[in-house]
């Protein structure tokens, strides 16, 4: 296995990217137990590196960033040290200009949803969606718990807690934010132009998109717990207000960490897509989900 082989020296090319692969892979099903606990109601986990953010209980963060149109590649370059099979290879995309939230839906946004109504309106949803709703009584948010009167709790873990009402909303499949966003009268951003709104800066003309995106939103420095609630590190989310050092070029906040989010883009192979070592990774999901970003 990785860890036998590990003391002998330097790693041939082949031998590091398993290595990585391999501890990426083992985070993804350590967030993957984590939800699972969640789902069961068991006990919450307790993490090593707990460390709950100093602006944790900062609020909610209003307004909407405009994001200009341009040019700019989405996806790896082939000189890139590490990455997924999905992420190959960077070609060339256009977007024109659009406006997005600033931070991400909040539990008291997505409230205002469920108290007008929106659960029990077919125009907002779908047709997959509304059937979705129909065939499992949806009403709210599958964690959510309503009490008499005007007040509701969340279930967290094995704990049911007051609603953090500027914590982004969590828990909800494609449907219900797409039918969110149609309440709203407002839309799901697309993947790339989800990646221009955190990763992209206007270029020297001062109008249009560069082409090149950052690493990461805040730029090149690897995270630390000042940019984005990573790792666990809250295990679960903060308000959506906190960690101000992470925003994007645009001041968009928390688009890496806290919490994963939709996009209007159905999961496809991009152009010259191949299968690494592990042919299964992404191939048998292409055409049958939604891309998630930033968690």
Known sequence: ???????????????????????????????????SRQTLSYPQPDFANMQIADDAMAGAFPGDADIPGGSFLLGTSADEVFLFDNEKWAHEINIDAFSIAKAPVTNADFMDFVKSGGYQQAEFWSEEGWLWRQQNAAEHPVYWIKHDGPTWQLQQFNETVDMPLNQPIIHVNWYEANAYCRWASRRLPSEAEW?????????????????????????????????????????????????????????????????????????????????????????????????????
């Open 1 to 35: 296995d990785c860890l036998s082989m590990l003391p002998r020296g330097l790693a041939s090319e082949e031998e590091s990217y398993i290595y990585q692969f391999c501890t990426f892979h083992e985070d993804m099903h350590t967030e993957a137990y984590t939800w």
């Open 195 to 295: 990646d221009a709104a955190a990763l992209g800066e206007t270029a020297k003309d001062g109008k249009t998109l560069a082409r090149s995106l950052r690493s990461y939103p805040w730029g090149e420095q690897s995270p630390k717990p000042e940019h984005a609630n990573l790792d666990g590190r809250a295990l679960g989310c903060i308000d959506v207000a906190a960690l101000a050092t992470g925003d994007s070029a645009f001041a968009c906040r928390q688009m890496l960490g806290n919490v994963w989010e939709w996009t209007a883009t159905t999961f496809a192979p991009f152009p010259g897509f191949s299968t690494d070592a592990y042919k299964e990774y992404s191939e048998p999901l292409f055409y049958h989900t939604k891309v998630l970003k930033g968690g």
